[in-house]
């Protein structure tokens, strides 16, 4: 069985704070209450167990890491984040780019966050949110006496498919990939390609308690201990596709585009 709750109790994050210990505090005080009656309440009152994992939204971790900019122009933000641009598009609300972060991460608007910040600021992604999940995760296991994982996310469209999903974009102590080749299915017929990103499936679970405008921006997850390891586990960086291996690395327009300056070129060489 899989449980999935969100953490209440947390308070507003500031740049500096310590979020291990801010999240540490809410789980003390939640299983402290044996409160079971509601959204935030730890099953049967119990604090962190082994094998649980705590996923944590990036916009807070971005906060306590005084991620903020003065960005009179989000679109300055963006470039000054941007590694590669993959595609652009012009709508109704204006350009919308879809880029390669520094990260890596390929998404809209390289994650820059223009919501829910002070007037005049904007919002980065952590610098390293690998490491920002080992610091976590390292304060709760020693806090709590137990091996816990933590996932850091991210909310990312995602080609050909409507809408979005929240993904990993940190991990500690969890295995990201769920690596089934070599296997067999039920039929007895080997698994060539099967790798489920179980990270990325967390994160979307986890999404679904935490919400979007509930404030809750953390949440345990229960039931997967499998996926709980060392802290020196790959992290989700190495989710990210190498763009040698990434048969979508520019979007059609702007490959069609490419190519036809090239075929020019060669043809006026």
């Known amino acids: 069985m899989l449980q999935v709750w969100a953490l209440s109790g947390l308070p507003e994050v500031d740049a500096g704070a310590n979020l291990a210990a801010l999240i540490g ?5 939640v299983a402290g209450s044996g409160d ?28 306590a890491e005084g991620r903020f900019v003065v960005a009179a122009d989000r679109e300055d933000a963006i470039t000054a984040e941007t590694v590669r641009l993959v595609a652009w598009r012009t709508g109704p609300a204006g350009i919308t780019r879809i880029v390669e972060n520094k990260l890596g991460i390929v998404s809209a608007a390289a994650g820059v966050d223009a ?36 996932l850091i996310t991210d909310t990312l469209g995602r080609a050909w498919r409507d809408g979005q999903t ?37 994160a979307a679970a986890a999404e ?25 586990l790959p992290g989700a960086r190495s989710i990210v596709r190498p763009a040698e291996l990434d ?10 585009a490419d190519g036809y300056a090239a075929g020019v070129a060669e043809r006026d060489s």
């Open 25 to 29: 505090d809410a789980i003390g005080a």
């Open 36 to 63: 079971v009656s509601g959204s935030g309440s730890i099953p049967d009152g119990e604090s962190l167990e082994n094998g649980d994992i705590v996923v944590i939204t990036s916009k807070i971790v971005s906060k």
């Open 208 to 232: 679904l308690v935490k919400g979007k405008a509930s404030g809750l921006p953390v949440a345990i997850v229960r039931g997967r201990s499998d996926l709980v390891g060392p802290l020196d």
């Open 115 to 150: 919501s829910n910040t002070p007037e005049g600021t904007i919002l980065l992604l952590p610098v390293d949110p690998d490491a920002s999940a080992r610091a976590i995760a390292q304060q709760l296991r020693e806090r709590f006496g137990v091996e816990v994982g933590v």
């Open 166 to 202: 929240d993904h990993a974009i940190g991990a500690a102590g969890v295995h990201v990939f769920e690596d089934l080749r070599g296997q067999t299915d039920a039929e007895g017929r080997p698994l060539v390609v099967t790798k489920p990103c179980v990270a990325d499936e967390i």
């Open 247 to 256: 048969m979508f690395r520019r979007g059609a327009d702007e490959a069609y």
